[in-house]
């Protein structure tokens, strides 16, 4: 970023000089800006910070109840992890909490706030959440365009730090934790058809990474069907005969996050296989209540109730029957 | 302003942006020369519980188990845990946790290792879905489904002579069991490997259904399902980027190819009287991957994904039961999986930010393709067909630009394109855009109000007409492959006030199918939710929460011509409301619970202008929990549980549906879920170790 010494050289077919000239003012914004650049990179080299004189036998001379002391329970607590907030060499309270002399020896109001995390926490979300990526960038990898940092979202907001056992890393807690805020799917995990997540068989993050990843709704896998088969591997395929949708994306006919109809299906058989297909072999028929069982109408059982068209078409995810064609074996 | 004006401007401020954050931001130097520690109740000794009690469940059945408890029948339970953890010289550590150990919802967790160096764990977990427990078949249940010697085919279920005396009963139900062992250990400074190995067994039966073209009969199908899964990568981290590259290779195996069932009826002839249904295939599954990160000056940062994936199917076909050569006798099939992806974010100013990401996504199946004779449902020689293979091409962009006005107000904007392009599908390309807006306002006391609302639509193009299958109205409005408009709209709000926190999401969606008059034509959706908790004192809390949802779209379908003949409106309503509350007074501690959930499913269905209704589809959840704690001592805990949860259900699948009340399905006579339950449970906890006093 040198410009003068450095400069390539005219090209060949060089205007005049003075429209050279107006190139060079055109620079004169980013030759000022370069050099605030390096004023500032000289101050940093040159600051002195204000931590506190005895580290966190300051704090911990005050903060001396186990809400603070459960710390000392957690990872971040660990004398012998070197880094960890506590190992050799490290800032230890002031590692996250940032530079306390000022707060530690000020009185009454004006003593100065160090970095606060949480919900109710004054500090910004954005210094917040620095203070936790200086040392965990590589578990969140994808945190800065993931939607919860575009949301304003703090690291503390999620995490209770000072816990011997942080509840959203607990399958059994964590549901509540994300639910908090995300409230309607909290809601779908009591609908009559949900995955074990409020009985602590499966968390949020079974499937979706918080801290973002490279796959829509910060999903763990790259894609919908990849990360359902992680589990449902049975329907992975690839399959002899496949079901276009399924291989594309299972939430075309699941709700993963809970239903009302059974099988996390998001619409009844047969009027969800009606929304995408029509005459096909046998004619696309009005299957009303009159083809109910005992309505005195045409009984339209088999392909109206029990599995209704999954009573003949029961490969629905793909079959390897050579004659499975029509996915009925 | 040119181009090249513009690019030189764009440095300027990002270079004066770099300079005004860095010298705003000092990184400080700490004089560390008197930080001994001396207070700090470093973590030391070992520490356990162990519990032991008793749950008697009355009532419990099928349904109940259905809600992964364990707890399917009627009876005793042992209520047995333990855990506890160990913490040595040097950070040596080991802990462990057993849970729920006298139920089949079992798991366990072994912990080892040095804090910072290296981890082991192990792992066990149990996941038990029962069904249903008073499902019959006059089948004698295996690979291959036989019925008695003297049974007596017939047109109709009514018609089998023999299927009363025959009906014996079966349970339908999975138990699921994870076991698995990872470890990581730091290697170097900035380098630290890890690997895992995880099987999953899932064991049980379930129903599916085998046709004959007009006739059909469930079976109560075995499953023996392992797939196992290896996994090893290793991760680079230092100050401002991280990089981590891993492979995983996951088998799924199955002990059954097909299931072959004897025919109750009279439609199969010739040498046999059996079908044959085939059963998941035996897959492989490889993948590695490669993700990076890396922070940037002025509070950005960019991060990348790499992964290739490919999925394997080797395993032999089912033999052909007609006669005539099949094509092949293994299916050759390979689909190769790629995703790349990068995200950018930068907030270079304390009052803007901008985030975006870009993904491609491929789904190309290699497998191998051939014409196949199709006998349908084992009986109706049918033409050959050519196996279709999907693939597809995804790419996504996404992006978002939010500005914060001043300290409570902040706006933003954003947006994204979702383009899939398909390979042997019906619709060759299908095209998402959205955008939206979104205000966040705080104007104190704990209040946070954000406010989101836009508009997508969704364009296919390049119907292929060759690929429709036989019949379908090429213009038949399919969910994921037309022409779609939506609009929609969601208010979030939150209060964390000192004792009262309130939490609040609505939202409201509506689409439109607007091309077709055929297939779906709307959709729309409404819902509320939000929770009230009120926390007067550490010892004492409350909540209160609620939602509600409706879900509505309509449908349109025909006969035989291409105009629509019928239609159906299907609205499912759900609403849940909730309050529980703690407290904890000297020794005592009492917890109570009280959730009511209920759906509602309305369908009608008919000719326009002349809709039917169906029977409305219900369920109901009422579930009332309530408990005392005494703390006798530190060390040890006397508890007493009592739930009571009543589950009420009415479907018109299943109602009615007994093995030969239909004409044309043999049925298992599937019920819909029904219980009420009453869960009584005491237990005892004994702590011991430092924390319970007794190192």
Same mark, same amino acid.
């Given at each position: 970023m040198r410009y003068g010494s450095n400069a390539r050289p005219y090209p060949m077919n060089a205007r005049s000089p003075c429209i050279q000239g107006s190139r060079y003012r055109a620079l004169a914004p980013i030759l000022v800006a370069f050099a605030l650049w390096v004023y500032a990179s000289a101050a940093v080299s040159a600051s002195v910070g204000t931590y506190t004189e005895k580290g966190a036998d300051t704090c911990l001379d005050c903060h001396e109840d186990s809400a603070v002391t459960g710390i000392f329970r957690t990872a971040h607590g660990r004398p012998?992890?070197?880094?960890?907030?506590?190992?050799h060499g490290q800032l230890q309270c002031e590692a996250c909490h940032g530079p306390g002399d000022a707060h530690a020896n000020g009185t009454g109001k004006s003593r100065p706030s160090v970095i606060r995390f949480g919900k109710k926490s004054q500090t910004s979300k954005e210094v917040q959440n620095e203070q936790c990526l200086t040392c965990h960038a590589k578990n969140a990898a994808h945190w800065g365009a993931n939607a919860h940092?575009?949301?304003?979202?703090?690291?503390g907001d999620c995490h209770t730090l000072h816990q011997p056992k942080d509840p959203v890393r607990d399958f059994r807690t964590q549901t509540l934790v994300c639910t908090s805020c995300h409230q309607a799917r909290g809601a779908d995990a009591l609908k009559p058809s949900h995955h074990p997540l409020l009985e602590g068989k499966m968390g949020c993050s079974s499937c979706h990474a918080p801290h973002g990843s490279t796959a829509p709704s910060a999903l763990k896998a790259n894609t919908v069907t990849e990360l359902c088969t992680t589990c449902h591997a049975?329907?992975?395929?690839?399959?002899?005969?496949?079901?276009?949708?399924?291989a594309e994306d299972c939430s075309n006919c699941h709700d993963a996050h809970g239903a009302t109809q059974p099988s996390l299906l998001k619409s009844r058989p047969p009027f969800l296989c009606q929304q995408c297909h029509d005459v096909q072999g046998h004619p696309s028929v009005s299957y009303g209540p009159d083809g109910l069982s005992g309505s005195g109408g045409v009984q339209r059982g088999v392909f109206l109730q029990a599995g209704s068209c999954l009573n003949c078409h029961s490969k629905v995810h793909g079959s390897n029957h050579p004659s499975g064609s029509k996915l009925m074996r | 302003m040119s181009p090249r004006h513009l690019v030189r401007l764009i440095i300027a401020t990002v270079l004066a942006a770099s300079a005004a954050a860095l010298a705003a931001d000092p990184p400080l130097v700490a004089d560390m020369a008197n930080w001994k520690c001396e207070l700090c109740p470093f973590d030391k000794g070992y520490d356990g519980a162990v519990t032991v009690g008793v749950d008697y469940a009355s009532g419990a059945n099928a349904s109940y188990g259905r809600y992964y408890n364990g707890m399917d029948h009627q009876g005793g339970y !042992?209520? %047995?845990?333990?855990?506890?953890?160990?913490?040595?010289?040097e950070g040596r550590h080991i802990d462990y946790a057993l849970e729920d150990v006298g139920l089949s919802t079992r798991r366990g967790l072994i912990r080892a290792g040095t804090y910072g160096l290296y981890d082991i764990t192990l792992r066990y977990d149990g996941i038990p879905v029962s069904r249903q427990d008073a499902t019959v078949t006059p089948f004698y249940t295996g690979a291959i489904q036989t019925l008695s010697a003297g049974w007596v085919p017939a047109g109709t279920p009514a018609g089998m002579a023999a299927l009363q005396s025959n009906l014996h009963g079966v349970q339908i139900g999975t138990e699921r069991r994870t076991y698995s062992i990872d470890g990581r250990i730091r290697a170097l400074d900035r380098l630290s490997f890890f690997a895992r190995f995880e099987r999953q067994e899932k064991t049980g039966s379930q129903i599916l259904g085998a046709g004959f073209l007009t006739q059909a009969?469930?079976?109560? !199908?075995? %499953?023996s399902y392992t797939t196992d899964t290896v996994e090893a990568g290793v991760d680079w981290s230092a100050d401002r980027r991280s990089l981590r590259l891993s492979m995983s290779d996951s088998k799924f195996r199955s002990v059954d190819s097909l299931l072959a069932f004897q025919d109750p009826y009279l439609t199969l002839s010739g040498n046999t009287q059996f079908g044959a249904v085939s059963r998941p295939p035996e897959t492989d599954a490889r993948q590695w991957s490669l993700t990076g990160t890396t922070l940037l000056p002025l509070h950005s940062s960019a991060s990348m994904a790499i992964s290739?994936?490919?999925?394997k199917d080797d395993s032999a076909l089912l033999p052909s039961i007609y006669g005539g050569t099949p094509p092949a006798l293994a299916f050759d099939g390979n689909v190769m999986l790629t995703h790349l992806a990068a995200t950018f974010s930068s907030h270079p100013l304390a009052n803007w930010s901008a985030r975006g990401r870009a993904s491609y996504d491929q789904r190309r199946d290699d497998s191998s393709t051939a014409a196949w004779q199709q006998y349908l449902t084992d009986q109706v020689p049918s033409a050959m067909v050519e196996n279709s293979h999907y693939g597809f091409e995804r790419t996504v962009v996404d992006g978002s630009l939010d500005w914060r006005v001043f300290r409570q107000l902040s706006l933003g904007i954003a947006g994204d394109r979702r383009e899939v392009k398909r390979t042997d599908s019906v619709v060759a390309k299908t095209a998402d855009g959205r955008t939206y807006g979104r205000a966040r306002w705080l104007p104190g006391y704990g209040l946070e109000l954000t406010v989101k609302g836009g508009a997508a639509h969704r364009e296919a193009s390049g119907i292929d007409l060759s690929r429709v299958l036989l019949g379908q109205d090429p213009l038949l409005s399919i969910y994921n492959l037309s022409n779609r408009d939506r609009d929609f709209?969601?208010?979030?709000?939150?209060?964390a006030g000192k004792t009262l926190a309130f939490s609040a999401q609505m939202s409201a969606a509506n689409d439109r199918y607007g091309r077709s008059m055929l297939g779906l034509l709307s959709g729309r959706e409404r819902r509320a939710a939000g929770t009230l908790t009120w926390t007067p004192s550490e010892t004492l809390s409350g909540y209160l929460d609620g939602g509600y949802q409706t879900r509505t779209s309509t449908q349109a379908g025909r006969y035989d011509t291409h105009a629509p003949t019928w239609a159906a409106d299907l609205r499912d309503r759900y609403t849940h409301w909730g309050l529980g509350g703690r407290w904890i007074v000297r020794q005592w501690d009492y917890a109570l619970d009280y959730t009511h959930a209920q759906a509602n499913g309305d369908t009608a269905v008919g000719p326009f202008g002349g809709l039917a209704a169906f029977p409305a589809e219900t369920t109901q959840f009422d579930s009332y929990r309530f408990s005392i704690g005494f703390a006798k001592s530190e060390a040890l805990t006397?508890?007493?549980?009592?739930?009571?949860?009543?589950?009420?259900?009415?479907?018109?699948?299943?109602?009615?549906v007994a093995p030969a009340s239909l004409t044309n399905l043999l049925a298992l006579g599937a019920v819909a879920p029904q219980h009420k339950v009453n869960v009584f449970a005491a237990s005892f906890t004994y702590r011991y170790g430092k924390r319970a006093g007794g190192e």
């Open positions: 012998t992890d070197a880094h960890a907030p506590f190992g940092a575009g949301n304003q979202v703090a690291c049975e329907n992975r395929g690839p399959f002899l005969w496949e079901h276009e949708p399924v | !042992a209520d %047995l845990s333990a855990a506890g953890d160990y913490v040595g010289a009969v469930q079976l109560a !199908a075995p %499953l290739q994936s490919e999925l709209g969601e208010v979030d709000a939150t209060l006397l508890k007493l549980r009592w739930a009571y949860q009543n589950y009420s259900a009415a479907d018109w699948a299943y109602d009615g």
